[in-house]
């Protein structure tokens, strides 16, 4: 059973707009998330966090939103820029039984000029 | 600060062969992991290391081993190498649980 979810292979945004891209969890060892970004032929580099003691952190014009009930996080990118262009990986710090980095599959996000 | 180094960066096998994908890091990090990266999969873990002389398998072990050579290194061998393992490989590591890691450049192999 997929522990993290990453519903949207793909989103395409015009440059300047919003970035909204979602990820839903389940059997959380921590409630501790992480967004990784990663380019072409690199490995994938530490983005932005949110625990469970905050329902939003900030970093920048990277936002992450946590909703516990619902087991739900969001990152989004204000103002997006053509540099975003890249995979998003959401994960879970303590994933499964054994508190596993567990990783969704990602969603590519496009910004367009 | 070097972080997490992976060698080779690129490999091609022949079906069958073996090879060893090598990982260190210099972070002082007790846990390192290695991931798998196929198109539409994300990252699935094959096997970790939550501390010096501990592995576990991880979602898809098959086919692979590991060793934990000391804090530094953590190892990953395909004794029999398949087309099936034609991928892209990930060492990550970090200091705890409830912490980020950190990933390496990555192994691109190719099993013909």
């Known amino acids: 059973d997929q522990q993290v979810k990453q519903n949207s292979p793909s989103l395409s945004v015009q440059e300047g707009r919003i970035s909204i891209l979602n990820c839903d969890y389940t059997n959380s060892m921590f409630d501790y998330f992480l967004w990784y970004k990663k380019y072409p032929a690199e490995g994938p580099t530490f983005l932005i966090s949110?625990?469970?003691?905050?329902d939003k952190n900030e970093d920048g014009r990277f936002t992450v939103f946590l909703n516990k009930s619902a087991k739900h996080l969001s990152l989004h990118i204000v103002p997006s820029q053509p540099g975003d262009s890249a995979v998003y990986f959401c994960a879970d710090v303590g994933g499964g039984s054994q508190g596993n980095l567990i990783f969704g599959k990602g969603t590519k996000l496009s910004v367009k000029p | 600060n070097a972080g997490v180094t992976q060698t080779p960066k690129f490999q091609v096998l022949k079906t069958g062969q073996s090879m060893t994908l090598q990982c260190a890091q210099d972070m002082n990090h007790n846990s390192m992991y290695w991931y798998r990266q196929d198109p539409g999969m994300g990252l699935r873990l094959i096997y970790y290391s939550a501390s010096e002389g501990t592995t576990d398998k991880g979602e898809v072990p098959n086919g692979y081993n590991v060793s934990r050579l000391n804090k530094r290194e953590f190892s990953l061998r395909l004794e029999s190498a398949a087309p099936s393992q034609t991928s892209v490989y990930f060492c990550?590591?970090?200091?705890?649980?409830?912490?980020?890691?950190?990933f390496g450049q990555g192994t691109r192999l190719t099993v013909v």
């Open positions: 990550a590591s970090r200091w705890t649980l409830n912490t980020e890691a950190f």
């Open positions: 949110i625990s469970s003691i905050k």
